[in-house]
Antibody, heavy 124, light 112 residues
Framework: QLQLQESGPGLVKPSETLSLTCTVSGGSISSSSYYWGWIRQPPGKGLEWIGSIYYSGSTYYNPSLKSRVTISVDTSKNQFSLKLSSVTAADTAVYYC????????????????WGQGTLVTVSS | QSVLTQPPSVSGAPGQRVTISCTGSSSNIGAGYDVHWYQQLPGTAPKLLIYGNSNRPSGVPDRFSGSKSGTSASLAITGLQAEDEADYYCQSYDSSLSGPEVFGGGTKLTVL
């Protein structure tokens, strides 16, 4: 059974960089059949897609966050990572990693497996 | 403001049928892009409920169904049960500067 697990600091200071890693088990991140993504959810609010990456390193990001986001992949460790720079209190959220199955000749992916999420609080 | 609009809340009694709407525009649902639905039980991660407008992943009861028409989509839940009380989110692809992966604002389903 595929499992995704987020890890990283739960507290980040304003203006610093938030860094999280998603470790994938029960499947290979190098599969050509999937993208891998990050989604966040501020306390009491809805879901916001952050960005996604293919095992080759190809990425696409939410335009509203693009200037501050970097997503990378480490196939040797079966992990992918998120960096969000210059964080403010507005970046306080539960951060989820998830898998996106590729769909042949169909635009628009969905998230079929999710990690349990990790709360990141931005505060001094 | 979410690109996809959902009602903040819906409610129904056990055994009843409820629907949750997801309204988009010509840059997402209206352009023919698929809609997907997620269920988020309290304190847990979202779970895929419907993909490709109307397909259920293995293990999702057939009480849950999805449909799409024009610039909108709907999630229907029949035979409402107490354990269906959760937040529900729609998601689609958007070809404008908002996308490409966009979510609705979410709907809280209360089972009376």
């Amino acid at each position: 059974q595929l499992q995704l697990q987020e890890s990283g600091p739960g507290l980040v200071k304003p203006s610093e960089t938030l860094s999280l890693t998603c470790t994938v088990s029960g499947g290979s991140i190098s599969s050509s059949s999937y993208y891998w993504g990050w989604i966040r959810q501020p306390p009491g609010k809805g879901l916001e897609w952050i960005g996604s990456i293919y095992y080759s390193g190809s990425t696409y990001y939410n335009p509203s966050l693009k200037s501050r986001v970097t997503i990378s992949v480490d196939t040797s460790k079966n992990q992918f990572s998120l960096k969000l720079s210059s964080v403010t209190a507005a970046d306080t959220a539960v951060y989820y990693c998830a898998r996106l199955p590729l769909r042949i000749a169909v635009a628009g992916l969905f998230f079929d497996y999710w990690g349990q999420g990790t709360l990141v609080t931005v505060s001094s | 403001q979410s690109v996809l609009t959902q009602p903040p809340s819906v409610s129904g009694a056990p055994g009843q049928r409820v629907t949750i709407s997801c309204t988009g525009s010509s840059s997402n649902i209206g352009a023919g892009y698929d809609v997907h639905w997620y269920q988020q039980l309290p304190g847990t991660a979202p779970k895929l409920l419907i993909y490709g407008n109307s397909n259920r992943p293995s293990g999702v009861p057939d009480r849950f169904s999805g449909s799409k028409s024009g610039t909108s989509a709907s999630l229907a839940i029949t035979g409402l049960q107490a354990e269906d009380e959760a937040d529900y989110y729609c998601q689609s692809y958007d070809s404008s500067l908002s996308g490409p992966e966009v979510f609705g604002g979410g709907t809280k389903l209360t089972v009376l």
